[in-house]
């Protein structure tokens, strides 16, 4: 191929211009090559930036939720305030003003316990598995209005009464738990305790009654056939089979150190009547649903001194029957008891049948009625029957805080002096504080009730 002049001049142009455009080139390469490095470097450090920003709003996350967690939580108690696992505080705060009239005028009391029993308790509980449990509770009876312990008599003792109401050689007589103290263990066979406690026939009377030993409640006509508490006694639960459970409980009475019952001095040291205060009582219960009923019996021997021809202390005898039934718009109670003492030697002191229908009836959540009506059947050659009416409203600020107005009269005849409890440690006046024979003592009753 033959190449002109004038074509090797253009292919030397050609040639003289690549040659200039190849470093051109190149600095666009280098510069391109620089931008992408540094846009990389950039596109790391923003990487980096926002993984700690993640892990900053992680952990601000869980300072919240901890900190949300701790405002939600109940405060911790005080190193001196602290209680054991297992441990818990309870009891009734209950305090109130009576207007009454016991047959000495009326009169205006400030009281404690009125619509219940004021207390403050102690609870144990430690479980072993396989349903084992070890427990033990402290009550003691508190006086509002004046700071003091209150009594709570038993089979034996009246605490508070003194030396002279000493169960045992070595106390004092005066009860600082003066309403229940025991110790005792549970399993699948059973309860079983050791100690102070409530008698099984006191328990389904207490269940029976619409004012649950408290207020307007007519406990004392029945009491005065009966007894709520054995001291020194060991009580028994059964498991519960089909609804039905059985409680047996034994006392051994005052423990006294004689030989004799006859011609000695009951009531007052630890050498008095040897079988002084011994005795049992056991209730047989059925719950299915809204039913309730039970059946119980006690039988001991009272406190006091052996005269001949007596040959031992006075025995009690009593049978009850309790019933309830919750029909949701309202609670039925029923009750019946037969009473009787008897002493050896003697003959028969005492026949009483106390009997009571009550109700309660809640309204909107808030409001509560209740009302009892109870006659005591005096057996007896002396015929001092008595007719106890009850009525009481409550008003729920909360579960477990209310106010509460109760009303309460007994009637008497042929020279009875029966009273009624005017709240839940039956403080009202009697034929043993001055109350007059045949007299229909009445009481209106105003209080608070906070239970914790």
Request: proline share 3%; aromatic share 10%; hydrophobic share 35%.
């Amino acid at each position: 191929m033959r190449h002109t002049p004038a074509s090797l001049a253009v292919t030397a142009s050609l040639m003289a211009l690549a040659a200039a455009a190849t470093p051109a080139m190149a600095d666009v390469t280098d510069e391109l090559r620089a931008e992408l490095a540094a846009q990389r470097s950039r596109l790391e450090e923003l990487e980096k930036k926002l993984a700690a920003a993640s892990a900053a709003q992680a952990e601000t996350a869980k300072v919240v939720a901890k900190v949300e967690k701790s405002a939600a939580a109940p405060a911790p108690a005080s190193k001196g305030l602290s209680m054991p696992s297992g441990l818990t505080i309870y009891g009734i705060a209950d305090a109130g003003v009576e207007y009454g009239d016991y047959g000495q005028g009326h009169k205006v009391r400030v009281q404690s316990g009125l619509g219940s029993a004021s207390r403050l308790g102690f609870k144990g509980e430690r479980n072993f598995g396989d349903d084992l449990q070890a427990y033990f509770q402290l009550e003691a009876g508190i006086s509002f209005d004046n700071g003091q312990n209150t009594g709570h008599s038993s089979n034996i003792s009246n605490p508070g009464q003194g030396a002279a109401s000493s169960s045992a050689p070595n106390t004092t007589g005066v009860a600082i738990f003066s309403r229940n103290t025991f110790v005792g263990l549970r399993g699948r066979y059973g309860d079983i305790r050791f100690g102070r406690d409530y008698a099984p026939i006191y328990s389904i009377t207490s269940a029976s009654d619409p004012f649950t030993i408290g207020g307007a409640t007519a406990f004392r006509l029945w009491s005065s056939a009966a007894a709520s508490r054995f001291d020194n006694g060991v009580f028994y639960a059964s498991p519960v089979f089909g609804g039905f459970q059985a409680n047996v409980a034994y006392s051994a009475g005052m423990e006294n150190n004689s030989r004799s019952n006859v011609g000695v001095t009951g009531s007052t040291t630890s050498t008095g009547p040897k079988d002084e205060g011994k005795g049992g009582s056991a209730t047989l219960t059925y719950k299915n649903g809204d039913l309730f009923v039970g059946a119980g019996y006690l039988n001991f021997l009272r406190q006091g001194t052996v005269t001949a021809p007596a040959t031992e202390d006075v025995r009690r005898t009593a049978r009850n029957l309790a019933a309830t039934y919750d029909f949701k718009v309202a609670k039925v109670y029923a009750q019946y008891l037969i009473g009787e003492d008897k002493q050896d030697g003697v003959g028969k002191k005492l026949d009483r049948r106390v009997w009571w229908l009550g109700a309660s009836v809640p309204f909107r959540d808030v409001h509560t009625f209740r009302a009892v009506y109870s006659h005591l059947d005096d057996r007896m050659s002396t015929d001092r029957d008595s007719d106890h009416y009850g009525l009481g409203y409550e008003y729920a600020l909360d579960k477990q805080t209310d106010l509460y107005v109760y009303y309460a009269q007994v009637s008497n005849k042929n020279g009875g002096k029966n009273s009624l409890c005017a709240g839940g440690t039956c403080q009202g006046f009697d034929g043993d504080t001055n109350l007059p024979a045949n007299f229909t003592p009445k009481s209106l009753m105003l209080g608070g009730r906070y239970r914790f």
